[in-house]
């Protein structure tokens, strides 16, 4: 079964980071563009930063320049590091992938959520003092 395996959330104060990590289990990221997601509660899901396969992203405006996304093809995982967070960052956060055969960049760039599967049982970030 192809999923992802969500990690390294929890509770943060506002202003602090945290590196949220994904691994995939039973395929080789090589060949997918990749991309967080998150899901705070009464709200649809959505993206915050995808990455293609050559390394081009694209972030939600909300983001822009305090989250990055990054991958580790040997490691098969992604990584979403988050700097300067804020309470709005609430949320349940979730990794998707497409594979590059079944979508091209310019598709999935924009980061919508019904263009990605293989989601995980995601992982809970929490900002709040």
């Known amino acids: 079964q192809l999923s992802f395996v969500e990690s390294g959330g929890g509770l943060v104060q506002p202003g602090g980071s945290l590196t949220l990590s994904c691994v995939a289990s039973g395929f080789s990221l090589d060949y997918y563009h990749i991309g967080w997601f998150r899901q705070a509660p009464g709200k649809e899901r959505e993206g915050v930063s995808c990455l293609s396969s050559g390394d081009s992203s694209n972030s939600a405006d909300s983001v822009k320049g305090r989250f990055t996304i990054s991958r580790d093809n040997v490691a098969n995982t992604v990584y979403l590091q988050m700097n300067s967070l804020k309470p709005e960052d609430t949320a349940v956060y979730y990794c998707?992938?497409?594979?590059?055969?079944?979508?091209?960049?310019?598709?999935?760039?924009?980061?919508?959520?019904?263009?990605?599967?293989?989601w995980g049982q995601g992982t809970q970030v929490t900002v709040s003092s």
């Open positions: 998707g992938a497409v594979h590059v055969t079944r979508s091209s960049w310019p598709v999935v760039s924009s980061c919508a959520p019904d263009k990605y599967g293989y």
